[in-house]
Structure formats: C-alpha cells, structure tokens
C-alpha cells in the first residue's frame, strides 16, 4: 500500500525536523562517518597488510570464538550483505514508498558498494582472517580473495543509509543496527578481520550517500 504524504508546510516541517531530514546535514554526517570509519581503518592497516595488529587479533578472536550455537540465527541476518539486495533491497522501498527515486538510490547504492569493496580488495590486498592467523573458526564455505574491505558489510551499510530517512519513529535506528550485526557475523563465520568490517562500513555510508546525491533528496515517510 502507497504511503500518503501530508504536504501541508506544519506537517512537512515537522516531519523534516523529527526524520533529520535536511538533506545537506543529513549528507554532511553521512560523509564525516563514512570518510572517518573507511580512514581510520586505513590508518590502523599503516603498520602493513600482511600482519594484525595485538587490539585486532584479540578482538577478533573474541567474536570468532563465540558459542557456535550463534551460527543458526546470524547466518540469514549475514545474507542481508549479498548481491542479491539489489532487488531485496529495491522492492522492499517500493512497497514503502511507492517512489522510482528511492528505489533506484536503493539498487545503485547496493550495486556501488558491491563494486567498489571489489576495487578495494584489490588495491589494499589484505589477506583473510586464516591467511594471516591460526587457529580460525571457518563457519562458511567458499571463503577466498583478499579480505580487506567486507564487501558484505559495505553492501548493508550502503542500504541502510539510504533506507533509514525513509523510515519513521524509531524504525530509523533498525536499519544501522542490522548491518552492524552483518558486520560481526562476518567475523564470527571468519570471513574478515574487524579493520575490514570498519572499512566495509565506511564505504558502504559512502556509495549510500553518492546514490541519495545522484537521486536527490529521499523525503521521509510520515512518522505515526
């Protein structure tokens, strides 16, 4: 069903201001947090692609070796990341807003994110959580290629920036809580180290903001 909008200026106003709905201050976080988390991981990589820092590898190992009774319920949250969110992902804002913008910022920010964390892979060539560790929990199959950036957690972080102004009230903080969650499932099924879950989300907050930028402003729908 089609969401209604009031249009009269009181009702748009506050929606604007309860949604944080200026796009340009809203665009202007998105770029700070986005920027920050992709740059502070590659500061933290600075010592080398080949080795993991003491902070990382203790971190990573306490979400690794998390009870494997996790590995049931994380898993179809962690395929919130694939590909396939390009029409997941583009439908599901449809049926929110019935809005060709929003919809195609959806399917372009997940298809940016996807490629861009695949030229990232390639120009930082970090290894995988086994190639650079022992004794590594492989909870996943088909585990291969460089790891740093988590193409996984880019692809939900990308969607989760452009869904989250579209949602209303508290639905709003549903969205990055996800795909933080993709994030830490892809460490615990030791696909990546945590720097490439930061990374991945970084990233991810740019291609959504690039998407919402090229589709222009995505209104807010009506907070009940």
Known sequence: MAVHHDTSPGRQGWRATLAGARPWGRHATELAAGAGLLGLSLALLAEGTSTVPGWEARLFREINDLPGFLEAPLWPIMQLGNLWMVAAGSALVWVLTRRWRPTAAAATAVLLAWGAA??????????????????????????????????????AFAFATVLTPLLP???????????????????????????????????????????????GTIHPVRDR
């Open 169 to 215: 009230g508290r639905w709003r903080y549903v969205p990055f809580a996800v795909a933080a969650v993709v994030g830490l499932a892809r460490i615990y099924f030791g696909a990546h180290l945590p720097l490439d879950v930061l990374g991945g989300a970084g990233l991810g907050v740019l291609c959504g903001l690039v998407a919402s930028i090229i589709f």
């Open 118 to 155: 695949k030229v990232v892979k390639q120009i930082v060539a970090r290894g995988r959580p086994a190639d650079l560790l022992v004794n590594v929990h492989i909870r996943e199959a088909g585990i291969h290629g460089n790891g740093y950036v988590s193409g996984h957690t880019a692809t």
